[in-house]
């Protein structure tokens, strides 16, 4: 698959994802709204429900009222009385309810209005009759009542409740319209949400399975690339180690080589350095013989004040020689020495590191004490390794943290260590001159000092530590800023096995 193959399906399927979001979040906003909305028109319908049931109660409580009315009329019977009074007491608490439920209508408000003037008027007509019964006027009584059938209130109760039934009907109508409707889109709005994502999710799966099929097919490449693989790594690696053999060996060679002339020219120079004397000891003595002067005693050079610069030059020239040669015999043994360490087989074995950097600091601790310095030893992890490697290295950090202290200023240096993974993490810090940051990676370099040049040295120490490091399959860093001091930090495997780098490739 190439990369731009790859890019376009991560963006489709970021896309998928968040059109599925998108829905998904406008479904449930809907659905929040449209359960609301059909939870209010419900509750409208059930206004309307209870309203008609509380119109039909307060007449039904009237017709009640009338009935017990005329029955005791009739009979004076007490048990009619009684229902009078029951359903006279219900009447209007019926009333009030009423006005309560229609409120939020001003139509039905003003016919309940109507109804309650009525009704009040008819209960006022029942209780008059009912005084009369009680005080034997029967005819009175009779005569109340019937006149009372015929009176406008009567009407006006019939005329009012037929109003305000048939304005409850109309809106029970609408508001169970209006809920069906909310119902209906409330089930659209559910059934496309759900196609949306039924499709959503089928582009998913078909994305999923496509980068499946992607990834087996991937797989497989890798599963043919890595059945040559490890053939191809040993040979690599052989190809490498035998050019690393041979660069050492030529290194050995090319250094072992200049040797001979080296000595050749060496031996010259102690030659010109001994003719020097004879040459300038005759032209003393011709120049003593050409101006009639004694003859200069055994051994002894009088020479005049020309002849005694070309001599000065003469012996400059051949001290420059003689100190070219001598760093030039260093740098080759140095060569020398490091071909013949590469060359060398590291073995592992179990080191108690503690014991082997006291070790290092007890042989350092005559230049220590010269340079005013402290080096402190914390506890540190033991590991596997190569013994002589690690000797190497940690000498030569030590020694350049005693070597490039600060003048003036008492030298603490401190080794401290700890694991991590499987890894034993080292540092080696001092309060030394330090080292700017632009020449960190300078000081690794093979030959290449940096800071000022005012201690001996050939510039290979560092480079051939972080060789050593990077053998035993471990990684070397430094931290530094000028005048504030330095930390090295060598990280190195608990447990090194020969057989990952026993040699530097």
Same mark, same amino acid.
């Given at each position: 698959?190439?990369?731009?193959?790859?890019?376009?399906?991560?963006?489709?399927?970021?896309?998928?994802?968040?059109?599925?979001?998108?829905?998904?979040?406008?479904?449930?906003?809907?659905?929040?709204?449209?359960?609301?909305?059909?939870?209010?028109?419900?509750?409208?319908?059930?206004?309307?429900?209870?309203?008609?049931?509380?119109?039909?109660?307060?007449?039904?409580?009237?017709?009640?009222?009338?009935?017990?009315?005329?029955?005791?009329?009739?009979?004076?019977?007490?048990?009619?009385?009684?229902?009078?009074?029951?359903?006279?007491?219900?009447?209007?608490?019926?009333?009030?309810?009423?006005?309560?439920?229609?409120?939020?209508?001003?139509?039905?408000?003003?016919?309940?209005?109507?109804?309650?003037?009525?009704?009040?008027?008819?209960?006022?007509?029942?209780?008059?009759?009912?005084?009369?019964?009680?005080?034997?006027?029967?005819?009175?009584?009779?005569?109340?009542?019937?006149?009372?059938?015929?009176?406008?209130?009567?009407?006006?109760?019939?005329?009012?409740?037929?109003?305000?039934?048939?304005?409850?009907?109309?809106?029970?109508?609408?508001?169970?319209?209006?809920?069906?409707?909310?119902?209906?889109?409330?089930?659209?709005?559910?059934?496309?949400?759900?196609?949306?994502?039924?499709?959503?999710?089928?582009?998913?799966?078909?994305?999923?399975?496509?980068?499946?099929?992607?990834?087996?097919?991937?797989?497989?490449?890798?599963? =043919?690339?890595?059945?040559?693989? $490890? !053939?191809? %790594?040993?040979?690599?690696?052989?190809?490498?180690? +035998? *050019?690393?053999? &041979? /660069?050492?060996?030529?290194?050995?060679?090319?250094?072992?080589?200049?040797?001979?002339?080296?000595?050749?020219?060496?031996?010259?120079?102690?030659?010109?350095?001994?003719?020097?004397?004879?040459?300038?000891?005759?032209?003393?003595?011709?120049?003593?013989?050409?101006?009639?002067?004694?003859?200069?005693?055994?051994?002894?050079?009088?020479?005049?004040?020309?002849?005694?610069?070309?001599?000065?030059?003469?012996?400059?020239?051949?001290?420059?020689?003689?100190?070219?040669?001598?760093?030039?015999?260093?740098?080759?043994?140095?060569?020398?020495?490091?071909?013949?360490?590469?060359?060398?087989?590291?073995?592992?074995?179990?080191? =108690?590191?503690?014991?082997?950097? $006291? !070790?290092? %600091?007890?042989?350092?601790?005559?230049?220590?004490? +010269? *340079?005013?310095? &402290? /080096?402190?030893?914390?506890?540190?992890?033991?590991?596997?390794?190569?013994?002589?490697?690690?000797?190497?290295?940690?000498?030569?950090?030590?020694?350049?943290?005693?070597?490039?202290?600060?003048?003036?200023?008492?030298?603490?240096?401190?080794?401290?260590?700890?694991?991590?993974?499987?890894?034993?993490?080292?540092?080696?810090?001092?309060?030394?001159?330090?080292?700017?940051?632009?020449?960190?990676?300078?000081?690794?370099?093979?030959?290449?000092?940096?800071?000022?040049?005012?201690?001996?040295?050939?510039?290979?120490?560092?480079?051939?530590?972080?060789?050593?490091?990077?053998?035993?399959?471990?990684?070397?860093?430094?931290?530094?800023?000028?005048?504030?001091?330095?930390?090295?930090?060598?990280?190195?495997?608990?447990?090194?096995?020969?057989?990952?780098?026993?040699?530097?490739?």
């Amino acid at each position: 698959m190439t990369a731009d193959a790859q890019r376009r399906r991560t963006v489709m399927q970021i896309l998928l994802l968040s059109a599925g979001f998108f829905v998904l979040v406008a479904i449930s906003v809907l659905s929040v709204l449209l359960v609301n909305k059909a939870r209010e028109d419900n509750a409208r319908v059930v206004h309307t429900v209870e309203t008609e049931g509380q119109i039909a109660n307060l007449l039904l409580e009237v017709r009640r009222a009338e009935s017990a009315t005329r029955a005791y009329l009739l009979s004076s019977a007490p048990q009619f009385l009684d229902e009078y009074q029951a359903a006279a007491a219900r009447i209007l608490p019926a009333l009030d309810q009423l006005e309560k439920l229609t409120r939020d209508n001003p139509a039905q408000a003003a016919n309940t209005a109507k109804l309650r003037k009525a009704v009040e008027q008819r209960l006022s007509e029942f209780a008059r009759g009912v005084d009369r019964i009680k005080n034997g006027d029967l005819s009175t009584a009779v005569t109340v009542l019937r006149d009372g059938t015929s009176t406008s209130a009567v009407e006006t109760i019939a005329s009012v409740g037929r109003d305000m039934r048939t304005e409850e009907d109309r809106l029970f109508r609408e508001r169970t319209e209006t809920a069906d409707r909310t119902q209906k889109l409330a089930s659209s709005v559910t059934i496309a949400g759900s196609a949306m994502v039924l499709a959503l999710a089928f582009g998913s799966v078909l994305l999923v399975r496509q980068s499946s099929r992607a990834r087996d097919q991937a797989e497989a490449r890798l599963r =043919d690339a890595n059945l040559n693989l $490890e !053939a191809t %790594v040993d040979e690599r690696t052989a190809d490498l180690r +035998e *050019a690393n053999d &041979e /660069i050492q060996r030529f290194a050995y060679i090319v250094s072992h080589d200049l040797r001979s002339p080296l000595v050749n020219i060496m031996g010259f120079t102690s030659e010109l350095e001994e003719l020097r004397g004879d040459i300038f000891r005759r032209i003393g003595g011709l120049t003593q013989a050409a101006t009639g002067g004694p003859p200069p005693a055994a051994g002894e050079i009088v020479l005049e004040e020309a002849d005694k610069q070309l001599s000065a030059d003469f012996a400059e020239a051949l001290g420059f020689i003689k100190s070219s040669i001598a760093k030039m015999d260093r740098l080759i043994s140095a060569i020398l020495n490091l071909t013949r360490e590469g060359r060398r087989e590291f073995v592992p074995e179990k080191i =108690d590191t503690q014991e082997l950097i $006291e !070790a290092i %600091v007890s042989t350092l601790a005559h230049q220590a004490a +010269e *340079a005013r310095a &402290e /080096i402190r030893v914390e506890p540190l992890p033991n590991i596997i390794s190569d013994r002589l490697a690690l000797e190497q290295i940690f000498s030569n950090l030590i020694d350049n943290g005693v070597k490039y202290l600060k003048s003036g200023v008492p030298g603490e240096i401190r080794i401290r260590g700890r694991t991590k993974l499987g890894y034993a993490i080292f540092e080696i810090s001092d309060n030394g001159r330090g080292i700017d940051p632009k020449d960190h990676q300078r000081i690794f370099d093979l030959f290449r000092r940096a800071g000022s040049q005012d201690k001996p040295g050939q510039g290979i120490g560092l480079a051939h530590v972080r060789a050593l490091v990077r053998r035993l399959g471990g990684t070397m860093s430094v931290s530094s800023e000028l005048n504030t001091g330095s930390t090295f930090t060598i990280t190195l495997p608990i447990a090194w096995n020969a057989s990952n780098r026993n040699a530097d490739t």
